[in-house]
């Protein structure tokens, strides 16, 4: 209990002492919080943060497999950026190949598979054009200079559909982590694609 002038009890000898003292002047003993009144304090936030845990694991959102419309999604998209493999190439399927690669777009491997025989079908027609050159019979009645320049064009796109080919084939679908996700075979890391699912060439090469 505490006086009016100022003092004390000290809590080990009953000697009344400074109300500011932090030592009994007479027993030598802090005069701090009991080891008791420490112990209640202890399991009072011992039992706060045991509480504050288990709020904040009950109200955790919880973590599921994908729903069968976020994998839809996911294949799709996948599909959208493995045809935008492409671009950079100028290859445009033609009209019945558009509409086989649209009714396709819930299968990436399938997109995968038809973007490659595409390709490769018209590397051989172009590696054709280039071998008969201008004793074609398609291309006769054109003037010589014509005929050069188409040749000319055959070869460059020779050059580009077996890049395009030789980087179709190193594709791979890798998922399941992320539906119809693809990477480059031997590579830990997806194929950098935007939201649009336009490549990022940049990236891309470095990942090769």
């Given amino acids: ?9 000290c809590k080990a000898c009953s000697m009344s002492i400074p109300k500011a003292a932090a ?13 008791i009144v420490k112990f209640f304090i202890g ?17 955790a959102p919880a973590t599921t497999a994908p729903g ?18 492409l671009d950079r190439y100028n290859y445009i399927p033609s009209t019945a190949q558009t509409a086989e690669l649209n009714a ?22 172009f590696e054709s054009g280039v071998k008969n050159g201008i004793s074609d019979p398609s291309i006769r009645g054109m003037s010589e200079s014509d005929k050069q ?8 796109r020779v050059n580009e559909c077996a890049a395009l080919l030789k980087e179709l084939k190193s594709i791979e679908i890798t998922g399941p982590e992320a539906p119809g996700m693809h990477g480059v075979k031997g590579k830990t890391h997806p194929c950098p694609h935007d939201v649009d699912g336009r490549l990022e060439v940049a990236k891309f090469k470095s990942l090769k």
Avoid: W
């Fill in 23 to 35: 030592v009994c002047p007479h027993c030598r003993k802090r005069q701090g919080i009991s080891l």
């Fill in 68 to 85: 069968p419309d976020s994998k839809q999604q996911s294949l799709e998209y996948n599909s959208k950026c493995i045809r935008h493999h």
């Fill in 43 to 59: 399991v009072f936030v011992f039992a706060a943060l045991i509480s504050t845990i288990a709020n904040h694991s009950d109200n």
């Fill in 1 to 9: 209990m505490n006086n009016a002038n100022g003092t004390k009890i």
């Fill in 104 to 125: 396709a777009k819930g299968d990436p491997q399938r997109v995968l598979n038809l973007l490659t025989g595409y390709v490769k079908a018209s590397l051989d027609d």
């Fill in 149 to 156: 320049s188409l040749v000319r064009n055959f070869r460059k």
